[in-house]
């Protein structure tokens, strides 16, 4: 099939949910990408923070494939050596002690919601009454998410994504969510409170325009939480696993979650979510209150160790900080007067424009740059993690060329 054949039937046979691109990528190796017509792209968007590193990876295609001639499937019925190897791996480098395995961002937040639920109802309950004595029935419930937050379109974690275009057409959602305004920790202390169960935020937000939360912010949501009992969610969905040059964002932050979920490049492809928590909060959860049929099968989790012993390097964590230094610095240097701002952390990197995104996106690609935007007016720039200089060189002078 051509592109205009494909493209036709998409419209014809797919529910139109998403406004694509009007390529049909047919290979990719590392940075590079191939379309139907031949033509070749550099991808600075890596499917959206997912492949880190990069397409077609030559160990994990030999991992998935060995696996996939040994066991793909088996369901979460039955023990699994790679699922173990995999989250006891995810605990011992991080805060956590257990590891809960899904499928995908709003999924591992969907259950960082139910568990955050679930240890308000019997932990802080006992905690209250010292363990023995009646429960009370109105355990804390609320959870409190920010301004240019997003974490995913399923119904829960819909309820706690801030754009108003993405809720108001599914409404009523979720009850009992409150909205704060992101780095502004006074009006964080005005609605945390004794009857808040959790509080969600990405520690680097993506989709609202990259923006790093600054540490005062983050320690004091920690503090907040601490004071009333309420659980910290981190949502690593976008920025954990190596994309800021540390293993996980909250490291940049010296600041350590509850609760932290996990998504897009964990298994450097295929679709995998995690939900990470610490002992206190696992002990809330017993067995039938969550689960999935596909999460963690062997497959995946075969495609997850590499990807985890990869980035859990010193020296390729080293290179994503330097990249990303050099990414933003380069941003910088480039003179138009349509930019605004760069920002970011470490291969996660915004640049706000003061015209739409859009046109700027279009224009790269026909110059052989994939981007793509984080609101209306920012470009995202999120490469593989293997990103190398002379790949940003080329990318940034594409750029510029397409702001002159
Ligand atoms: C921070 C964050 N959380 C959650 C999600 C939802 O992930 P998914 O699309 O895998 O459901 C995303 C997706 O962009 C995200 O960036």
Redesign the pocket.
């Known amino acids: 099939m051509n592109t205009q054949e494909v493209m036709q039937a998409e419209s014809q046979y797919i529910l139109q949910t998403y406004g694509r691109a009007p390529v049909v990528f047919t290979q990719g190796k590392g940075l590079k990408l191939v379309d139907a017509e031949g033509n070749e792209y550099l991808d600075f968007t890596s499917g959206?923070?997912v492949t880190a590193l990069g397409h077609s990876d030559e160990e994990w295609a030999t991992a998935v494939a060995t696996q996939a001639h040994q066991l793909t499937h088996i369901s979460n019925l039955y023990h699994s050596e790679p699922q173990v190897r995999l989250a006891q791996k995810l605990a011992e480098n991080s805060f956590a002690d257990k590891v809960y395995f899904c499928n995908?961002?709003?999924?591992?937040?969907e259950a960082a919601i139910k568990f955050a639920r679930k240890f308000s109802l019997t932990q802080r309950d006992d905690q209250r009454s010292g363990g023995g004595a009646e429960k009370s029935n109105g355990h804390p419930t609320k959870i409190v998410a920010f301004s240019g937050g997003?974490?995913?379109?399923?119904v829960g974690?819909l309820s706690v994504t801030y754009k108003e275009q993405y809720r108001a057409p599914f409404a009523p959602l979720m009850p009992d969510v409150v909205f704060a305004t992101f780095n502004d920790l006074e009006s964080a202390r005005a609605v945390i409170g004794e009857q808040t169960c959790a509080v969600i935020v990405?520690p680097v937000?993506?989709?609202g325009g990259v923006n790093p939360a600054t540490p005062d912010f983050l320690k004091g949501l920690r503090q907040l939480c601490d004071q009333v009992g309420a659980l910290l969610i981190f949502?690593?969905?976008?920025?954990g696993l190596g994309r800021t040059g540390k293993l996980w964002a909250y490291q940049n932050y010296s600041v350590k979650p509850d609760i932290m979920?996990l998504?897009?490049p964990l298994a450097g492809g295929l679709?995998m979510?995690a939900t990470l928590m610490t002992q206190q909060v696992a002990d809330a959860l017993k067995p039938g209150d969550h689960g999935s049929t596909f999460a963690a099968g062997p497959l995946v989790c075969a495609a997850a160790n590499v990807v985890f012993d990869r980035v859990n390097q010193p020296a390729f964590l080293e290179k994503v900080r330097f990249h990303g230094s050099y990414l933003q610095h380069r941003l910088q240097m480039v003179e138009s007067d349509k930019v605004t701002a760069v920002r970011g952390l470490g291969l996660l990197v915004g640049v706000e424009l003061t015209v739409p995104a859009a046109p700027i996106i279009a224009a790269a690609r026909e110059r052989g740059l994939i981007l793509i935007g984080a609101g209306e007016n920012v470009l995202r720039f999120a490469p593989a993690l293997v990103v190398d200089k002379v790949e940003i060189d080329t990318a940034v002078d594409i750029l510029a060329q397409c702001l002159e």
């Open positions: 959206i923070a995908s961002g709003a999924e591992a937040n997003f974490h995913g379109r399923t974690a990405e937000q993506g989709e949502d690593e969905v976008q920025c979920t998504a897009k679709p979510g």
